[in-house]
């Protein structure tokens, strides 16, 4: 009530464009049904029982891409061990999302995941099939979404730190290190369980639970559409289940070669490239606070941003917006081009003293909604990190750091880089990824790369390596986003329905552009 309406309509129209335009849309849990309690494991050592379980879906619906459209589906929980090497012991319920292929011509199904990692995937599956809703995709799959092991509606699910600690800071996405903030395995550990169960939520896991829904779904192979961090997802799953696979399109990939330190300077390097052409797009604006020459852009933001390090600014909301909260909110506005007017409005208020824009991005890409509460994507990304990444001494932590900022000086802070221990520290196990993976995978039918040439998130470099490891095709995109599944663009469209219908993949060169790419 202390908002006044034109405060309430800027506020709306912020996030109805993030939800267009943003590759991967936090999606409140409260949309899936309440999971049911685990049940205990029946006798027996192996894993039959959970590759023939019976799948017992009801109808609900969730949110599409644009939010005012709503999706009709199926929900239901798939159960898998936690543990694959004792089955008979604990177990996890995986809220599963489908939407029935609209056609009599139903090839399978298509499963898909959004990334993250530790995105919720149940409402990704209700955006693409919203998006997809006049493609024959739709006429000739089930589109099926699952959260995967510690995320979203599946149980169980971490839940790492209050709301209060997040709105701390607490899982600052664009901080590289947390001191000060008591270790993950302590605050996660208590909400799946305890200490054992930690070790059991990293992308080998959650793809031997995606060969159990293939399964579950009754489908013989699997076909499988994959962005971000599901590209990776995808590939694990290739290299452990090739004989499993029909096909798999991976959408903004990760580079399976590139170990923990090159793939976080790389993205970082590519934000900072993002942010340039950001500036230079201020510019011809005209008016902008960053200034009229890219060139000075990044100086011009520091002078802007770097007194909050000190002197968090109070908002309307009685919030504090403070340097790293800004650094959230530009590394999301950099996911797309169509978000850059959001975020030169929001430079500009925050010249005047008015952070409420910037702050909007940081709470959409953190996923805390205006009640206050959060959901667990980010607290889940760093769960599964520690036994997806390498891991770091001090110094080392210390090295990554200033490597990182590096690559994006915009989000240097100007403050000393500290020894600081990792986050991972005291994590029952150590990785379990290893890098590189999905090399050398013998008998893999050919597979679809996505790759928007401007991808700050997970640069064109990355798609490029994804594509010649797996030996399959790449589908270059020219534009400037965060991939582009999502992006309702009839070139990608026809690529990827021709490839998964029919299993035909595009021309060696074949290529496709955004709306608004140059050329």
């Known amino acids: 009530m202390s908002e006044h309406s034109p405060r309430r309509a800027s506020r709306r129209r912020l996030y109805g464009i993030l939800a267009a335009v943003v590759s991967v849309v936090f999606v409140a849990t409260a949309c899936a049904p309440a999971a049911p309690p685990p049940s205990e494991a029946s006798e027996g050592g192996g894993l039959e029982r959970f ?48 939407v029935p292929a609209r056609g009599d011509a139903r090839i399978g199904s298509l499963v898909v995941n959004p990334g993250g990692p530790g995105f919720p995937g149940v409402g990704y599956a209700a955006q693409l099939a919203d998006v997809w809703v006049d493609n024959a995709l739709t006429e000739r799959f089930d589109i099926v979404g699952f959260d995967p092991r510690g995320t979203g509606a599946t149980v169980p699910a971490l839940d790492c730190y209050s709301d209060a600690e997040r709105d701390a800071g607490a899982g600052s996405a664009s901080q590289l290190s947390y001191s000060g903030v008591r270790p993950l395995v302590e605050a996660c550990a208590e909400s799946v369980g305890g200490e054992e169960a930690l070790a059991h939520l990293g992308t080998r896991d959650v793809a031997r639970d995606m060969d159990v829904i293939r399964a579950v779904l009754g489908d013989t192979s699997l076909s499988f559409a994959g962005s971000s961090y599901g590209t990776r997802l995808g590939a694990v799953y290739a290299e452990m289940y090739p004989e499993n696979v029909r096909a798999l399109v991976l959408d903004g990939a990760l580079d399976p070669h590139a170990t923990t330190l090159e793939r976080r300077v790389q ?35 520091q002078q802007l941003t770097r007194p ?37 409005q929001g430079l500009f208020e925050l010249a005047q003293g008015d952070g409420t824009i910037m702050l909007g991005l940081r709470d959409f890409y953190l996923g805390r909604t205006p009640e206050g509460t959060y959901d667990n994507s980010t607290e889940a990304t760093l769960a599964i990190n520690c036994l997806d990444e390498d891991r770091f001494t001090p110094a080392e932590l210390a090295e990554l750091e200033r490597a990182a900022l590096d690559a994006a000086p915009f989000l240097d802070p100007g403050t000393p880089i500290l020894e600081t221990s990792d986050l991972c520290e005291g994590w029952p196990v150590e990785p379990t990824l290893g890098f590189p993976y999905a090399d050398g995978i013998r008998g893999l039918p050919p597979t679809l790369t996505v790759s928007v040439t401007g991808d700050p998130a997970t640069p064109h470099a990355g798609g490029i390596r994804l594509a010649e490891t797996l030996g399959g095709s790449l589908l270059t995109v020219e534009g400037d986003q965060h991939g582009a599944l999502l992006a309702a663009n009839n070139c990608v469209e026809a690529a990827v329905a021709a490839y998964l219908i029919d299993l035909e993949v595009p021309a060696r060169d074949a290529e496709c552009a955004l709306a608004g790419a140059d050329g």
């Open 51 to 98: 590759y023939e379980q019976r799948l017992d879906l009801e109808p609900c619906e969730l949110p599409g891409h644009v939010p005012e459209n709503v999706i009709v589906g199926e929900c239901g929980h798939v159960e898998v061990p936690l543990d694959y090497e004792d089955p008979d012991a604990a177990l996890a319920q995986i809220a599963v999302f489908r």
């Open 267 to 301: 993205q970082w390097a590519g934000f900072q490239e993002s942010f340039e052409q950001f500036a230079a797009f201020c510019a011809q604006q005209g008016a902008c606070v960053i200034g009229d020459d890219p060139a000075t852009a990044t100086e011009e933001y």
């Open 308 to 344: 909050l390090v000190d002197s968090p600014l109070l908002t309307t909301s009685g919030r504090e917006l403070t340097f790293a909260d800004v650094s959230d909110a530009m590394v999301t506005g950099l996911y797309s081009s169509a978000t850059w007017p959001v975020m030169s």
